[in-house]
């Protein structure tokens, strides 16, 4: 029995071993693909005229619903881990001027919709949008209302993203009352040393009582956001983390990988890039995770989310209906996403732009009575073909070749053969399967599953 067990083992070790080797070899810097083609492809050649028209056309798909993101860049404090397009201050009301313009974009937006359009979904991200004041977010859901039509329908998915140290029982009462029954929980990591390396100390005892009150009040679906490969993090300190977000027992987790940039963002600067834990250990830190969260009886949904079996992100990506977008995964695949505010992105049909990514230049276009549209692209054929195609893998781990040759009247994989050659590496590596017209991830292939969906990649 004894040499048995460690046959086992023995064996694990090696399979664990091996499943680290593959995935630093397909560790690449491809595209999440909330978005696809990727944003570094659009074009400033693209305009407000054209977004206009994509707006106007848009109204011609019967029963075709909304879906709104609302940026709000504005935080207390600076996390030198974050890589958000925000504004750090105390002052409520620096954001005074940003919500007029807000405004603004949503009358010049509005009046080329048609407004018996249901709103289905609605997310505030940032930044930190409960920086606002209880009056300021009463004031922009009026806006929305008055300018949109929001729902009241208990199939709709409304959403805000918190930082627990800036929210308090009080404001979970006021955003029930604005209509939200989804909300999102900035957590990063448990660890008080870790905490303390990213400018964001946050005792469990302020998630937890907000968690609490969020279900004493009947929030629909609660999301927790972790992330791997911050300073300081090890293996074990990772997996306490774990234990305890399984004993909080959220509906919904994230965990994305840090991605050190401090060229592009100059609070990142402030982390020692010595404190960073290993190519290695962040791998082992994404499998354990994995493997721990399906053992808690979670669900794995796309690349980086995890939910309970009864949550709506899981229902949706039974019955077709997962979406990824700017804003992670989604619940309404058949929604036109408009992003307000700067920075946000925006899908509209065929049609993909983003605002500018500056407060300045985003509020200067609107001054001067214009849609701030910073660059953008108009998708071709072959853009929606691919685009669903990653779409497929990317919410699904699975990708139906017939289904999709039938969709677009193609032969798929003659369609797709340079991109099925991409993949043959990660099937003999076992990344991948195919089954006749199915292709399908295997669960090592999760972790690099932007790598694998890169084969269907026409701009790469």
């Avoid at 849609?371 to 953008?376: C, F, S």
């Avoid at 685009?387 to 369609?415: K, P, T, V």
């Amino acid at each position: 029995m004894a040499s048995a067990a460690l046959s086992s083992a023995g064996t694990a070790a090696l399979l664990a071993d091996r499943d680290e080797a593959l995935m630093r070899r397909y560790a690449s810097t491809s595209p999440r693909y909330t978005s696809y083609p990727a944003t570094p492809t659009w074009t400033p050649e693209f305009g407000a005229r054209d977004f206009t028209r994509a707006l106007e056309h848009s109204n011609h798909t019967d029963g075709r619903g909304l879906s709104l993101y609302v940026h709000i860049p504005f935080c207390r404090k600076s996390c030198f881990s974050c890589a958000c397009n925000r504004i750090t201050t105390q002052d409520t009301r620096r954001a005074e001027p940003y919500l007029s313009r807000l405004d603004r974009e949503m009358v010049l937006t509005s009046r080329h919709l048609e407004s018996n359009r249901p709103v289905e979904q609605l997310y505030w991200g940032g930044g930190t949008p409960t920086f606002l004041t209880l009056s300021q977010m009463g004031d922009l859901i009026d806006r929305l209302d008055a300018r949109f039509g929001l729902s009241s329908s208990p199939q709709r998915d409304y959403a805000i993203e918190i930082d627990p140290r800036e929210a308090d029982v009080f404001t979970l009462r006021h955003l029930q009352v604005l209509g939200f029954n989804r909300i999102s929980l900035g957590v990063q990591d448990l660890d008080l040393d870790v905490q303390r390396a990213i400018n964001r100390v946050q005792p469990r005892i302020m998630t937890e009582t907000l968690m609490e009150e969020a279900h004493r009040l009947g929030f629909r679906s609660l999301n927790l956001d972790l992330t791997c490969g911050l300073p300081r993090q090890t293996v074990q300190s990772f997996a306490h983390t774990l234990e305890q977000v399984i004993e909080l027992n959220p509906a919904r987790l994230s965990i994305t990988d840090y991605a050190h940039q401090p060229q592009r963002f100059a609070s990142q600067r402030r982390i020692n890039a010595a404190e960073l834990p290993s190519a290695e250990a962040r791998l082992t830190m994404l499998r354990d995770a994995a493997e721990r969260l399906d053992q808690a009886g979670y669900v794995r949904v796309g690349m980086d989310h995890f939910a309970r079996p009864d949550d709506s992100l899981v229902q949706a990506m039974h019955n077709g209906t997962l979406q990824r977008n700017p804003q992670g995964y989604a619940t309404h695949a058949d929604c036109d996403l408009l992003g307000l505010g700067a920075s946000a992105i925006s899908h509209i049909g065929n049609v993909q732009a983003q605002n500018p990514v500056r407060v300045k230049d985003y509020a200067r276009a609107l001054d001067a009575g214009e849609l701030a549209i910073d660059r953008g692209i108009q998708l071709t054929q072959d853009d929606l073909v691919r685009r669903e195609a990653i779409q497929q893998l990317m919410c699904h781990a699975r990708l139906d070749l017939a289904a999709l040759g039938q969709r677009f009247n193609i032969d798929a994989s003659r369609y797709f053969a340079l991109a099925l050659s991409r993949l043959d590496a990660a099937k003999r590596d076992g990344l991948v399967e195919q089954s006749g017209d199915i292709i399908s991830v295997m669960p090592v292939g999760r972790q690099v599953l932007n790598h694998l969906a890169g084969a269907f990649d026409a701009h790469l």
